[in-house]
């Protein structure tokens, strides 16, 4: 054995509970052996896919020590995201009377502080869960300051220090700019990663001084597998719910949350009511759905009448794979007596339709034209 390999064999690089990303995993791992780490790193990649918690084995790997007893300190401290190892940046609330020269929480009352509290527990024991505070939707300038007292510190004795910045696209225009700044000359043993599915919103600035590492959706069974172990959801939900989750551990939980079998049910009786033209029926079934429920949940409802449409067309094409497996007697009846229908233009009428919530509109208005484009279809089947 070389001597990568035996470098390999003694860290064990098994990437314990990251999922999926094989090649992401094969990138690392190339780079800690060789030796020539990147300052600073983007990991891009949907909500739930694990990039947090490949964030922390690279860390980890990176700090890992021949001594047992070292290493085992080194592994909880930054899994506990502890300062100096980790420097743990996240959107947060703007306190009450916050100026930007307040510290990143300085102006929390107690029951922020309890919340963030909470949630930092939260991720620190299952690193899958989307940490999710009352009012955070923005990455603070004094979160970005704050960096640079954490690098002004000399820790001689840890080999590298991490800035993990969470929703990285959250950062503003100022907050880019100050970011900039410390990734023009980080200090040595300094490494940088920022978490975002949304690249494009950073800085090309930025962006170019990023070495990028691109996660991918998972595949349903990591789902699975991820569910069960991290969240202690049971083996059926998790194996129903994983097609519906696009590949993310957390739109997964979205719809747990939401009441997925429930949701489900519902999705399939106005599918029912819909394609058997029975439109008021139809109707009041969104109406009573609406009634529990918020936009969130129609955005979700909506998604799911797409997939039931994604279904017919997958069977159009011999993909055996459905959603809606339990159901596939009906979408094989649909394409026997309906062959011909057009689907793709009511699937991109629903997408849009589901965006537009977004924007505050009367999720009355919403449910009239989400029959009405149902309507049109079957309009369509019936000429």
């Not at 690089?13 to 030796?35: A, R």
């Amino acid at each position: 054995m070389d001597l990568a390999g035996s470098v390999i064999e003694q860290m064990k690089f098994n990437w314990e509970g990251v999922y999926g990303q094989e090649l992401s995993k094969e990138i690392l791992s190339q780079l800690i052996i060789s030796n020539r780490i990147p300052h600073s790193f983007l990991f891009n990649g949907p909500n739930g896919v694990g990039k947090h918690l490949l964030s922390l084995r690279f860390a980890q790997y990176l700090n890992y020590n021949n001594l047992p007893e070292k290493s085992s300190f080194i592994n909880n401290q930054i899994a506990n995201l502890t300062e100096p190892f980790i420097k743990y940046v996240i959107p947060l609330p703007r306190g009450k009377n916050e100026t930007d020269t307040s510290g990143p929480v300085e102006k929390f009352n107690p029951d922020e502080i309890q919340e963030l509290k909470s949630e930092l527990e939260k991720k620190i024991k299952n690193p899958y869960y989307k940490i999710s505070l009352t009012r955070a939707n923005i990455i603070k300038i004094s979160s970005i300051r704050d960096i640079g007292k954490f690098l002004s510190l000399n820790y001689s004795d840890v080999k590298y220090r991490f800035i993990l910045i969470s929703d990285a696209h959250l950062m503003n225009e100022e907050s880019q700019n100050a970011l900039l700044k410390n990734l023009e000359e980080p200090p040595e043993g300094v490494i940088f990663i920022l978490l975002t599915p949304y690249p494009d919103l950073l800085r090309e600035t930025i962006r170019s001084r990023c070495w990028r590492v691109n996660l991918q959706p998972l595949l349903n069974e990591h789902i699975n597998k991820v569910l069960i172990e991290y969240f202690n959801i049971s083996e059926k939900i998790a194996a129903d719910v994983s097609p519906f989750s696009d590949g993310s551990v957390t739109k997964a939980i979205e719809l747990i949350e939401n009441d997925f079998e429930n949701l489900k049910e519902k999705t399939i009786s106005f599918m029912r009511y819909s394609l058997g033209g029975k439109f008021n029926s139809a109707f009041n079934e969104l109406n009573l759905y609406l009634i529990d429920n918020d936009s969130g949940s129609i955005k979700l409802l909506i998604k799911m009448i797409i997939s039931w449409l994604d279904d017919i067309l997958k069977h159009r094409i011999s993909i055996d794979e459905f959603y809606f497996n339990s159901h596939r007697e009906t979408i094989v009846k649909f394409n026997s007596k309906f062959p011909d229908v057009e689907l793709n233009e009511v699937i991109k009428k629903l997408d849009y339709l589901s965006s537009t919530i977004r924007n505050n509109i009367n999720l009355y208005v919403i449910c009239l034209n989400l029959v009405f484009e149902l309507a049109s279809l079957t309009n369509r089947i019936s000429k």
